[in-house]
């Protein structure tokens, strides 16, 4: 009897020739090129480094493309947006010490948005781990402890022929639901060692499958079956597993309103008759939600700004379904399904029972003008055009990646993605710097379509070196830069707190001329004329910078009250 256990894939006679008689030349470097190259990845972002030479070198003798960016946060922004953009690992490639902590922030950044990232790291040489201190440059006595509360999984590479099997496992896991960024680190001598091992060709890392557990769906289903107010709050879960369509074919057959998150933005039809949008900071919002008999949330923690600053307090039955484990029920008491958003959608379509409901696209849109009707009340006519203006100029399809500024926050409610996966902003840890470098690493992988980057002045100065960058590679980039002379939002919150602010203020440069230096086509727009520019750099080919000199202004918050 044959057991399936018993079975070995046997190399053909020429993977037998190959692996018997390796190219020379090889090095470790190699072999982690070849180990990403037979798990899929085409692209890797990074920064070369001493230590990390090795693999760098090995580069040149493979088919990857490489994306050198000029700040290694900023290479990690690029590899996380390539990451939402394609659902693949994002290589990232980084050296010892201060070059792979430079990444922190970023991966900071991709862990909160499950933003999957593959990083690999260079280590001081083996003599020096461990606690050696052999005083080698960049030496760390432990640096993977300060990435093992960032990232999601650690792995650790002390000999060659341990380079594949690891870097597989991290791949695993970055590409396991939850989403999220991966920590290899391999030291110097291990990587420019020569190698007489076969070149890796032959690998397995696909992604576990996060099934829910079909006695809790079977419960949900009841619940939002016999629900006279359903409700839906989508999160970014949903957008990560790609599960937009199936969350339209729930939300019409219960006949539930659904709001999106803003990590969430995409996951529903912005006009959408059973849309409440975005407007998550919004107090008629909150109450609405708080009144579903059951709530479903979906892909979402119902984190600090998803639950209106924790305001929120449902007095129904919530359904939570959450990849994360760590997020179930970790805000509120719910019926918790540890599960993938898309398969846990499936298995709701497949039991729940239609319902009818003719009174649920009026109360959405009863909502919707409580939440016009509040804007309008504040004069804020010039922010909610230059949105608009925004909206207008960039082509539907085409991603938008927004940096914290007063703009983005705008956007986070009352901007309209037009589609799953479009609009992408750093809410997850909130670190300036996002917009741009992330918007370089999303025109890598769709290089058919412009990409739109919005900053502040002040986020804007985290990213310049990138400017050389999206010249180099010629990437399809317009960067909109709203120059309000400092770190606007930090101005409003200390001066309503303290009643004039303190370190807000910023001398800064003429980004026209600066993007203009290095070689980026510039203009300086006004709102009136930001639409018409703004069309004009997106659809012109390669990079440029449009800035816009302007001081917005932030709707009132309604959690303070």
Do not use: C
Not at 119 to 140: C, D, F, K, M, N
Request: charged letters at 20%.
């Amino acid at each position: 009897m044959t057991h399936d256990h018993d079975l070995v894939l046997r190399p053909t006679p020429a993977q037998t020739e190959a692996a018997l008689n390796p190219p020379p030349g090889r090095n470790g470097g190699d072999l982690v090129v070849e180990t990403l190259a037979g798990l899929g990845a085409t692209t890797v972002f990074g920064l070369p480094g001493q230590h990390a030479l090795g693999m760098f070198d090995a580069l040149r003798r493979s088919d990857l493309a490489y994306v050198g960016l000029r700040i290694e946060n900023n290479a990690g922004f690029a590899a996380d947006a390539y990451g939402r953009i394609t659902g693949e690992a994002a290589p990232l490639l980084l050296s010892t010490g201060p070059g792979a902590l430079t990444s922190l922030a970023a991966l900071q950044e991709a862990a909160a948005a499950s933003a999957p990232v593959l990083a690999i790291s260079s280590q001081v040489p083996t003599a020096g781990l461990g606690g050696g201190r052999h005083g080698y440059l960049h030496e760390l006595p432990d640096q993977a402890a300060s990435f093992r509360g960032v990232v999601k999984s650690v792995h650790t590479v002390r000999s060659q022929s341990q380079i594949p099997s690891a870097i597989a496992a991290a791949w695993k896991s970055a590409l396991t639901a939850p989403h999220g960024p991966v920590w290899v680190e391999i030291p110097q001598d291990v990587l420019l060692a020569a190698t007489r091992l076969p070149v890796v060709t032959a690998l397995d890392a696909a992604p576990e499958e996060l099934p829910p557990r079909p006695e809790l769906t079977a419960v949900a289903a009841d619940l939002l079956s016999r629900a006279e107010r359903p409700a839906i709050i989508a999160g970014g879960g949903v957008v990560r597993s790609d599960a937009s369509g199936k969350l339209r074919a729930l939300a019409e057959r219960l006949q539930a309103p659904v709001v999106t998150t803003f990590g969430g933005k995409g996951a529903f039809p912005w006009t959408h008759p059973l849309s409440l949008q975005s407007w998550l900071e919004d107090r008629h919002t909150t109450d609405f939600l708080e009144d579903a008999d059951v709530l479903l949330v979906v892909g979402s923690g119902l984190g600090e700004l998803s639950s209106n600053y924790h305001t929120f307090k449902p007095r129904g039955q919530v359904v939570q379904i959450e990849a994360d484990l760590g997020k179930l029920e970790s805000n509120h008491p719910a019926l918790g399904i540890h599960a993938d958003a898309r398969l846990a959608l499936q298995a709701l379509l497949e039991t729940v029972d239609e319902r009818t409901d003719e009174d649920a696209p009026g109360r959405v849109r009863d909502l919707l003008d409580k939440v016009r009707e509040r804007i309008a009340a504040q004069e804020l006519t010039l922010e909610q055009d230059v949105l608009a203006s925004v909206r207008r100029a960039l082509p539907a399809g085409s991603p938008s990646f927004w940096d914290m500024t007063i703009l983005a926050y705008w956007a986070w409610s009352a901007f309209d993605p037009r589609g799953a996966n479009t609009m992408h902003s750093a809410q997850g840890a909130g670190g300036l710097g996002y917009g741009f470098p992330a918007a370089l690493g999303a025109a890598t992988a769709d290089p058919t379509r412009p990409v739109l980057a919005v900053s502040g002045d002040g986020g804007a100065l985290y990213s310049i070196a990138e400017l050389a960058t999206a010249r180099q590679y010629d990437l399809n980039v317009t960067w909109l830069i709203v120059d309000d002379g400092g770190y606007g939002i930090l101005r409003e919150y200390m001066t309503d707190a303290f009643g004039e602010p303190t370190a807000t203020e910023l001398t800064r440069p003429d980004y026209v001329a600066l993007a203009e230096s290095f070689g980026v086509p510039g203009v300086r727009t006004t709102p009136e004329s930001l639409e018409a520019d703004l069309a004009k750099a997106l659809s012109a080919p390669g990079p440029s910078v449009v800035v816009l000199p302007a001081v917005l202004r932030m709707f009132a918050p309604t959690h303070l009250g």
